[in-house]
């Protein structure tokens, strides 16, 4: 198992359990769980070295230090995919005339994630929509099943959407499932990724 998913297991796990349960039937709001995930930036620089900047629809605006000629604050969108991170950031990659130069510097994603607590529907959808993502790491934070056997059953399905799509087996790169199940009391959080043959889940061991 890649070090990088102990990396991320070892602060998005916590980070997602301190998530406040929703209400009646409710769920966690969005940007709790991308504030979550953001937690996990230390160890993407670590692992793909800086600049390292994440997006998402709703992310709090501030000082753009680093890529700001002016330090002016970028107005900051949801770029393709629910949550990303990338090497340097878009305006850079635009040519703002705001924004520094990336010099001899590319813009890269290294990082994307799609969120879904809907229908099994919705979250295969995303799981799909993630396998067009040219990155290093796709993640997927969906509500799972809450019984064993229905949990098996829906993780046999998205193995095989993911083979169901022509590019999976050619350059499936790693993986992050982050499946999250709640009451009115507390949020649960399990890590999975995919074993060596593709074809099923494995939990992501954190030592």
């Known amino acids: ?80 995919w629910d949550f990303s991170f990338s090497r340097y950031a878009i305006p850079q990659a635009i040519e703002d005339p705001e924004a520094k130069p990336m010099g001899d510097g590319k813009f890269e994603l290294l990082f994307v994630a799609e969120s879904e607590m809907g229908t ?17 790491i796709r993640c997927l934070v969906y509500r799972q099943p809450r019984r064993s056997r229905d949990r098996q059953e829906f993780e046999a399905r998205m193995i095989r959407v993911l083979h169901n799509h022509a590019y999976f087996q050619r350059r499936p790169g790693i993986w992050l499932f982050v499946a999250l199940t709640w009451t009115h009391q507390k949020i649960e959080c399990d890590l999975y990724t995919l074993d060596e043959e593709l074809d099923r889940l494995v939990p992501v061991r954190t030592a």
């Open 120 to 136: 099994k529907n919705e979250i295969c959808r995303d799981l799909l929509k993630l396998l067009e993502a040219r990155t290093s």
């Open 1 to 80: 198992m890649d070090d990088i998913l102990r990396g991320l297991a070892k602060v998005i796990r916590p980070a997602m359990l301190a998530i406040a349960p929703p209400l009646d039937s409710g769920r966690p709001p969005t940007r709790a769980v991308f504030e979550a995930l953001k937690k996990a930036r230390p160890a993407i620089a670590k692992r793909f070295g800086a600049p390292v900047l994440c997006r998402y629809s709703g992310c709090p605006e501030g000082p753009a230090k680093g890529y700001s000629k002016g330090g002016r604050a970028f107005k900051v969108l949801e770029y393709l």
